[in-house]
């Protein structure tokens, strides 16, 4: 054994860190909050509907292929993906018209005739241009640890002839006439708590890794892709414990020891990978005496991802028009994501992602039944939105709109139904302002810029998921963790 090793938190940056120290010859414990492992990825089961939390679309499927392939193991014998088509079905209410984002490229090619015949070779340019930043930003430096600042220095030329100065929104656009596609073809980053409009254009490679590997749903939710991980662990002797949350990093000088769970028990360890917010983690749960670089004023003024309004929602009749992975785009873009972002203010209108696993997936809700989640991108916390007092009345007006636009009846066939708004994700996940990201991916937040993957105050302390390098989004996080294994290994050479 190499010695033994702690991971906080159980989202995916935290299981694939657990499973890559493992195979590195580790002794692991894995230390989760909440009651159930996943993070963000856990799941809501409610009289007969499985509803999962967070994530929904699966890219980049090789990423957990290559977490069981560890162990010589398969990961089609635990959890089954299957490629969907649409991958997305855009949704404008201002005009009721439909963009299906395909997984044909012809297909694609046709719904974007349907807007501007000129957009299609518009098109073509974009996803050629993402290639080039997909081969740079996903390939290269996805997984490279990014704590030397010269190694940060030598990727400028690169960066700028990949012109990831531009925002994502900026970029489309240079490709993109129509207005509608361009909001289509921009909105990806919201996935990740990012603004379009102010989101590094380094992110526009997400166009080329959905053409190169398709979006996927694993059958059984993203809950039961997150059980397979668990008996993956199980079965490598990784010991899981749930309701502990870390109350204190342990440490000695430069070096942490260990860890302190509940406020009792102390456990000790050799290495500590962090998977909670490292914000909310140098803020509270590190001397403040010891943060050189992370002081709580240099986090206070960093900017923060959007926060999430999350609605699930069971229906007791099927909407069989409506596609797995729905984007309900509202009347503004441009100025409601100013509103989210910059001015913090809940606006009346909104766009909407709308989740309907049963589309693909019978075995998520009760026979003849659909579940659902709706989630609106909202300001985070420093907005001061009293949830308390808005969230039934924003609920309400949501469903509404679905209800005029492509649920009808809706109202009358709600089954379940409940909600999660910012202040959810702060006391559940303990993420600081209640974001649904950690940091924004902007560029002067990205990179070397992000919190590292290594700390730069505590030899043997690490970051994996959302906040540190790359970033958020499944394939981000589980990336993360293979940047701390590329580390650990230089370390121990
Ligand atoms: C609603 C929603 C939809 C999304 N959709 C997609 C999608 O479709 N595709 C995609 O790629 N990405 C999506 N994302 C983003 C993606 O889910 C996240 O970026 C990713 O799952 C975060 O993983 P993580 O490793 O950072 O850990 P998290 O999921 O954030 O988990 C961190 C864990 O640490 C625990 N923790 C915190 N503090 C402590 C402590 N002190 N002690 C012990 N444990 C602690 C928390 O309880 C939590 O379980 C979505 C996110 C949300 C919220």
């Known amino acids: 054994m190499k010695g033994n090793a702690v991971v906080v938190g159980s989202g995916f940056g935290g299981i694939a860190s657990a499973l890559r120290l493992r195979a590195m010859g580790y002794e692991v414990r894995v230390f989760e909050k909440l009651s159930q492992i996943g993070g963000r990825a856990r799941v809501f089961?409610?009289?007969?509907?499985?509803?999962?939390?967070?994530?929904?679309?699966?890219?980049?499927?090789?990423?957990?292929?290559?977490?069981?392939n560890l162990f010589g193991k398969n990961r089609k014998n635990y959890v089954k993906f299957v490629r969907l088509d649409p991958w997305y079905r855009f949704y404008f209410s201002s005009n009721s018209m439909v963009f299906d984002y395909s997984d044909s490229i012809e297909k694609t090619k046709k719904e974007i005739s349907k807007f501007d015949k000129r957009d299609i070779d518009g098109y073509r340019k974009l996803l050629k241009f993402s290639e080039k930043i997909f081969n740079v930003g996903f390939l290269k430096l996805s997984t490279t640890p990014f704590h030397n600042f010269f190694f940060m220095i030598k990727q400028i030329p690169v960066l700028f002839v990949l012109k990831s100065y531009l925002t994502v929104f900026k970029l489309v656009s240079k490709f993109i006439k129509n207005e509608q596609l361009r909001q289509a073809l921009s909105i990806q980053p919201l996935l990740?708590?990012?603004?379009?409009?102010?989101?590094?254009?380094?992110?526009?490679?997400?166009?080329?890794?959905?053409?190169?590997?398709?979006?996927?749903?694993?059958?059984?939710?993203?809950?039961?892709?997150?059980?397979?991980?668990?008996?993956?662990?199980?079965?490598?002797?990784?010991?899981?414990?749930?309701?502990?949350?870390?109350?204190?990093?342990?440490?000695?000088?430069?070096?942490?020891?260990?860890?302190?769970?509940?406020?009792?028990?102390?456990?000790?360890?050799?290495?500590?990978?962090?998977?909670?917010?490292?914000?909310?983690?140098?803020?509270?749960?590190?001397?403040?005496?010891?943060?050189?670089?992370?002081?709580?004023?240099?986090?206070?003024?960093?900017?923060?991802?959007?926060?999430?309004?999350?609605?699930?929602?069971?229906?007791?009749?099927?909407?069989?028009?409506?596609?797995?992975?729905?984007?309900?785009?509202?009347?503004?873009?441009?100025?409601?994501?100013?509103?989210?972002?910059?001015?913090?203010?809940?606006?009346?209108?909104?766009?909407?992602?709308?989740?309907?696993?049963?589309?693909?997936?019978?075995?998520?809700?009760?026979?003849?039944?659909?579940?659902?989640?709706?989630?609106?991108?909202?300001?985070?916390?420093?907005?001061?939105?009293?949830?308390?007092?808005?969230?039934?009345?924003?609920?309400?007006?949501?469903?509404?709109?679905?209800?005029?636009?492509?649920?009808?009846?809706?109202?009358?066939?709600?089954?379940?139904?409940?909600?999660?708004?910012?202040?959810d994700f702060k006391n559940d996940y303990q993420s600081l302002n209640g974001t649904g990201f950690s940091i924004s991916p902007i560029f002067t937040q990205s990179a070397w810029f992000r919190f590292h993957n290594k700390s730069e105050d505590f030899k043997n302390l690490y970051f994996a998921g959302a906040g540190s390098h790359p970033g958020a989004g499944v394939p981000g996080v589980i990336s993360s963790a293979k940047v701390i294994e590329n580390i650990i290994s230089n370390e121990i050479k």
């Open 45 to 68: 089961k409610k009289s007969g509907y499985i509803f999962d939390a967070g994530p929904t679309v699966i890219t980049a499927p090789f990423l957990f292929d290559e977490l069981f």
């Open 192 to 423: 990740l708590g990012g603004n379009p409009i102010s989101t590094t254009s380094i992110y526009n490679l997400i166009h080329f890794l959905e053409r190169k590997w398709g979006v996927h749903y694993a059958i059984g939710g993203t809950g039961k892709l997150i059980n397979a991980l668990k008996k993956l662990m199980i079965e490598e002797k990784i010991d899981i414990s749930t309701n502990s949350s870390i109350t204190k990093i342990l440490t000695k000088g430069k070096k942490v020891v260990g860890v302190e769970i509940n406020n009792k028990e102390k456990v000790f360890a050799d290495k500590v990978i962090i998977n909670a917010d490292p914000a909310f983690t140098y803020k509270n749960l590190i001397k403040s005496e010891y943060n050189k670089k992370w002081t709580k004023k240099r986090i206070d003024n960093l900017d923060f991802s959007m926060g999430l309004f999350v609605i699930y929602f069971g229906t007791k009749i099927k909407y069989p028009n409506i596609a797995h992975h729905t984007i309900w785009m509202g009347k503004r873009y441009q100025s409601l994501l100013n509103d989210i972002f910059d001015k913090k203010i809940l606006a009346d209108d909104f766009s909407l992602y709308l989740h309907r696993p049963t589309a693909t997936d019978k075995s998520m809700a009760p026979k003849g039944r659909d579940c659902f989640y709706v989630l609106s991108p909202v300001p985070n916390l420093l907005s001061k939105i009293n949830w308390k007092k808005k969230a039934d009345g924003y609920r309400d007006k949501i469903l509404k709109a679905l209800e005029k636009t492509i649920l009808p009846d809706l109202t009358k066939n709600l089954d379940v139904c409940f909600y999660m708004t910012p202040e």
